[in-house]
């Protein structure tokens, strides 16, 4: 039998040390009733029996102290931030595919001060109870936005959601799962497991590998897709750290600073759609350049 609990051991080996030994007033009146001391036992042996069931019923879930064995999922609150910027006309429909995925708490919408209408869609929005949108009084960037959701947020862990329809939420119960069941604090949806060639640019390929190799140089990770999208935290991991990146710096510096905390980065495979410039993409050369800065500096 295991106990969790200094204290409920010592109570236990007292019962068994009284159990073991005679009464006071066996030993100081040896006419006592054999029938009287053979209750005392039984109640001591019961009292053994019950304290041995209940540790046994508190192991099952976890322990005392609240925490699952490694590989048991454990119901954990979720928190989807998304960053929007001009998605008026994408917007709403990645909130309720979110929705029908029902693994949120809550979903947290930063608005970088679009121009497009997105504002009057996210009013709309707001109206449901597990909704809430920040609004950016100027345009600060991608980064920025996701700082603001990021303070925004209760739940214990944290999950990045684009408010384009690149990225399915589809795959994000997927990404929960090693997290809910103890395996990892971050992980990383990567779009070039399993099928490379989801973006059929070379350029933004080759982009991406040459982003991700030198991250990978400098924070000691073995990542395929440093630049994605889908990462999750346990929120623990993000209150660790001092983001500053304004805009697509934010990939680079979370990847250093969640390694130089020293976890590892678990990758698994997602789908993706991608766009083009004519569609809204937004990332661009400059970006690319400061990721290499941003790389450099937060090694």
Same mark, same amino acid.
């Given at each position: 039998?295991?106990?969790?609990?200094?204290?409920?051991?010592?109570?236990?080996?007292?019962?068994?040390? *009284?159990?073991?030994?005679?009464?006071?007033?066996?030993? #100081?009146?040896?006419?006592?009733?054999? !029938? #009287?001391?053979?209750?005392?036992?039984?109640?001591?042996?019961?009292?053994?029996?019950?304290?041995?069931?209940?540790?046994?019923?508190?192991?099952?879930?976890?322990?005392?102290?609240?925490?699952?064995?490694?590989?048991?999922?454990?119901?954990?609150?979720?928190?989807?931030?998304?960053?929007?910027?001009?998605?008026?006309? !994408?917007?709403?429909?990645? +909130?309720?595919?979110?929705?029908?995925?029902?693994?949120?708490?809550?979903?947290?919408?930063?608005?970088?001060?679009?121009?497009?209408?997105?504002?009057?869609?996210?009013?709309?929005?707001?109206?449901?109870?597990?909704?809430?949108?920040?609004?950016?009084?100027?345009?600060?960037?991608?980064?920025?936005?996701?700082?603001?959701?990021?303070?925004?947020?209760? #739940?214990?862990?944290?999950?990045?959601?684009?408010?384009?329809?690149?990225?399915?939420?589809?795959?994000?119960?997927?990404?929960?799962?090693?997290?809910? =069941?103890?395996?990892?604090? +971050?992980?990383?949806?990567?779009?070039?497991?399993?099928?490379?060639?989801?973006?059929?640019? =070379?350029?933004? =390929?080759?982009?991406?590998?040459?982003? !991700?190799?030198? #991250?990978?140089?400098?924070?000691?990770?073995?990542?395929?897709?440093?630049?994605?999208?889908?990462?999750?935290?346990?929120?623990?991991?993000?209150?660790?750290?001092?983001?500053?990146?304004?805009?697509?710096?934010?990939?680079?510096?979370?990847?250093?600073?969640?390694?130089?905390?020293?976890?590892?980065?678990?990758?698994?495979?997602?789908?993706?759609? *991608?766009?083009?410039?004519?569609?809204?993409?937004?990332?661009?050369?400059?970006?690319?350049?400061?990721?290499?800065?941003?790389?450099?500096?937060?090694?």
């Amino acid at each position: 039998m295991t106990y969790s609990t200094p204290t409920e051991q010592d109570e236990a080996l007292k019962l068994k040390a *009284s159990s073991a030994s005679p009464t006071p007033d066996s030993k #100081s009146n040896p006419t006592a009733s054999p !029938t #009287s001391d053979l209750q005392y036992v039984e109640r001591i042996n019961r009292t053994l029996d019950d304290a041995e069931t209940t540790l046994r019923e508190a192991e099952d879930v976890g322990g005392l102290q609240g925490e699952a064995p490694c590989g048991v999922a454990q119901k954990l609150s979720v928190a989807i931030v998304i960053p929007a910027f001009n998605e008026r006309d !994408t917007i709403a429909a990645i +909130v309720e595919r979110v929705r029908q995925i029902g693994i949120h708490d809550e979903i947290v919408i930063v608005d970088d001060y679009s121009t497009d209408g997105t504002r009057d869609v996210l009013l709309e929005l707001a109206k449901a109870d597990d909704v809430r949108i920040e609004m950016h009084g100027y345009n600060r960037g991608k980064g920025a936005a996701l700082r603001t959701g990021f303070r925004c947020v209760q #739940s214990d862990v944290v999950m990045i959601q684009d408010a384009d329809l690149e990225y399915d939420p589809s795959d994000l119960p997927g990404l929960l799962e090693p997290i809910a =069941r103890g395996e990892a604090d +971050v992980v990383y949806g990567s779009r070039f497991l399993g099928n490379p060639h989801q973006d059929p640019s =070379r350029l933004h =390929r080759f982009g991406n590998w040459l982003l !991700t190799t030198a #991250s990978n140089l400098a924070t000691g990770q073995r990542l395929t897709d440093m630049e994605t999208c889908y990462k999750a935290f346990r929120r623990t991991v993000l209150d660790q750290i001092d983001l500053e990146q304004e805009r697509f710096g934010f990939e680079p510096e979370i990847t250093a600073k969640v390694s130089r905390l020293g976890y590892k980065i678990l990758e698994l495979p997602i789908s993706y759609n *991608s766009r083009g410039y004519e569609e809204g993409k937004k990332i661009g050369v400059r970006d690319a350049i400061n990721a290499f800065w941003c790389i450099a500096r937060y090694r």
